[in-house]
Nanobody
Framework: QPQVAESGGGLVQPGGSLRLSCAFS????????IGWFRRVPGKEREGVSA????????RYADSVKGRVTISRDNTENTVYLQMDSLRAEDTAVYYCAADVRRVTATLAPEEYDYWGQGTQVTVSS
């Protein structure tokens, strides 16, 4: 059974950095995509970034371009989300998810099949 699990959330000051990790396992497909999403209470889930495995094609939301970098370590089955110059509006629960059907690194959450439990990121002084 495919599984994904996030880690690395926490409290950080505005302007600071944080790296989230997404460990994935149990995939039988040769190709899939891992995406990062976030949700603020009362708002829709927002796509942040995504990457195809093993191709490495990436996509970023306009709201995070230039501040966020997604990368993968294929040997460790882990995808990272490096977030820099964090702002208060980046505060959210961050989720990683796996797409085993389209594999386009889409930022549409409905295209993803397997989800982690989420990790809280709080940007505050």
């Amino acid at each position: 059974q495919p599984q994904v699990a996030e880690s690395g959330g926490g409290l950080v000051q505005p302007g600071g950095s944080l790296r989230l990790s997404c460990a994935f396992s149990g995939f039988t497909q040769d190709y899939y995509a891992i995406g990062w999403f976030r949700r603020v209470p009362g708002k829709e889930r927002e796509g942040v970034s995504a990457i195809t495995i093993p191709g490495g094609f990436t996509r970023y939301a306009d709201s995070v371009k230039g501040r966020v970098t997604i990368s993968r370590d294929n040997t460790e089955n882990t995808v990272y989300l490096q977030m820099d110059s964090l702002r208060a509006e980046d505060t959210a629960v961050y989720y990683c998810a796996a797409d085993v059907r389209r594999v386009t690194a889409t930022l549409a959450p409905e295209e993803y099949d397997y989800w982690g439990q989420g990790t809280q990121v709080t940007v505050s002084s």
